[in-house]
């Protein structure tokens, strides 16, 4: 089965190709009709079992402090648009069971943490 991807606004929209080229069922936010904001798109990746890519930490936050549900967050940090697409790549092979336990997953330059969120 594919691994799904929702790609938030924020995340450069010339990613998915390379994405769905390595064969990830990807969605990217940006071609929605209009933005309906953090809250609806963590909905929707979760409704849809979808990992949900980002580079803003409100998602965590959401999932972290309010609960909310989701099938993980990768959340890029100072990664470069045209390393994104890579980047997400990598952290899905290398951590594809940490993200079926909701992790979160922050990446930057040389540095990757996980945390998993353990929700009531």
Same mark, same amino acid.
């Given at each position: ?15 998915? #190709?390379? %994405? @769905?080229? +390595? ?10 009709? $209009? *933005?309906? !904001?953090?809250? #609806?798109? %963590? @909905?929707? +990746? ?10 803003? $930490? *409100?998602? !965590? ?60």
């Amino acid at each position: 089965m594919k691994t799904k991807l929702l790609l938030d606004t924020c995340v450069w929209g010339k990613a998915k #190709e390379p %994405l @769905r080229e +390595a064969g990830f069922d990807v969605e990217w936010v940006g071609d929605w009709p $209009k *933005d309906p !904001g953090d809250e #609806e798109i %963590l @909905r929707v +990746a979760a409704e849809q079992q979808r990992v949900l890519i980002t580079l803003d $930490k *409100d998602f !965590g936050l959401l999932a972290i402090h309010h609960g909310r549900q989701h099938c993980g967050i990768i959340r890029l940090v100072d990664v470069a648009a045209t390393s994104q697409a890579p980047a997400i790549i990598e952290v899905i092979q290398r951590f594809a069971d940490d993200l079926a336990d909701r992790a979160i997953i922050t990446v930057e330059p040389g540095r990757i943490r996980v945390r998993i969120v353990d929700l009531i």
